[in-house]
């Protein structure tokens, strides 16, 4: 099992919608959680930290549920420039490194 | 430059070619990662320096793969006898702590 999964999609929604998407791991001892957004033909950004507590910026929500082990990110009311790839990610506690660990990405596509 | 710089941004090799892709990161930053992102998936860890000290290299698919960063700066990614399983793109890192790593543009190689 893939430390890291995410549902591929592509998730369709029309501008203006709210879109959801989940990401669960399998270690446990996972340490810290990471939303990074990555545009067609271009290098993943860091789109926000996912805190214990929940964390919003703007019209993008990040949630950790460590019982259940996984992250959500929540976009409200849907731009066209949000269509690009999510990726979940984490770094494992323990190791030499603080290695960030990526998952397979979901692709959302905004309609107008 | 300001951000991380990669080159080649293409490189087509044909299958037993060795080929070396280099990254010259954000200046002053002692962390360094390689990872390999082959289309439809997330980036996959290869290896991480710490200055010039390679920390972990538990991701590098085979012994064909080799990485180095002789002065602590810039780092060179070499793949021997390369195979078709190898095209993919390289993105290279610089990493500051808290999450964020700092993404080249990537080295796209395709083995015929």
């Known amino acids: 099992r893939k430390e890291v999964e995410q549902d591929p999609g592509p998730f369709n929604v029309p501008e203006g919608a709210t879109v959801a998407f989940n990401c669960t791991y399998s270690?446990?001892?996972?340490?810290?959680f990471f939303w990074y957004r990555q545009d067609c033909r271009k290098e993943p950004k860091l789109l926000m930290s996912?805190?214990?507590s929940g964390n919003e910026d703007g019209r993008f929500t990040a949630q950790l549920n460590r019982a259940s082990q996984y992250i959500s990110l929540l976009i409200r009311d849907s731009k066209l420039s949000d269509s690009a790839t999510y990726l979940c990610?984490?770094?494992?506690?323990?190791?030499?490194?603080?290695?960030?660990?990526f998952g397979t990405g979901t692709l959302l596509a905004v309609q107008p | 430059g300001a951000g991380v710089s990669q080159s080649p941004r293409y490189k087509v090799a044909k299958r037993g070619q060795d080929v070396a892709l280099r990254c010259d990161p954000i200046?002053?930053?002692?962390?360094l990662f390689w990872y390999q992102q082959a289309l439809g998936q997330g980036p996959e860890f290869l290896t991480y320096?710490?200055?010039?000290?390679?920390?972990?290299k538990s991701g590098l698919p085979s012994d064909r793969f080799f990485a180095e960063r002789p002065e602590g700066s810039v780092s060179t990614l070499k793949i021997q006898r390369t195979q078709q399983e190898d095209s993919a793109v390289y993105l290279c890192?610089?990493?500051?702590?808290?999450?964020?790593?700092?993404f080249g543009e990537g080295s796209r190689l395709t083995v015929l």
């Open positions: 990610v984490l770094i494992p506690y323990g190791g030499a490194t603080n290695k960030l660990i």
């Open positions: 270690n446990s001892a996972s340490q810290s």
């Open positions: 996912v805190y214990s």
């Open positions: 200046s002053g930053h002692v962390s």
């Open positions: 320096f710490q200055n010039e000290a390679q920390l972990d």
């Open positions: 890192a610089s990493y500051l702590g808290s999450g964020e790593l700092f």
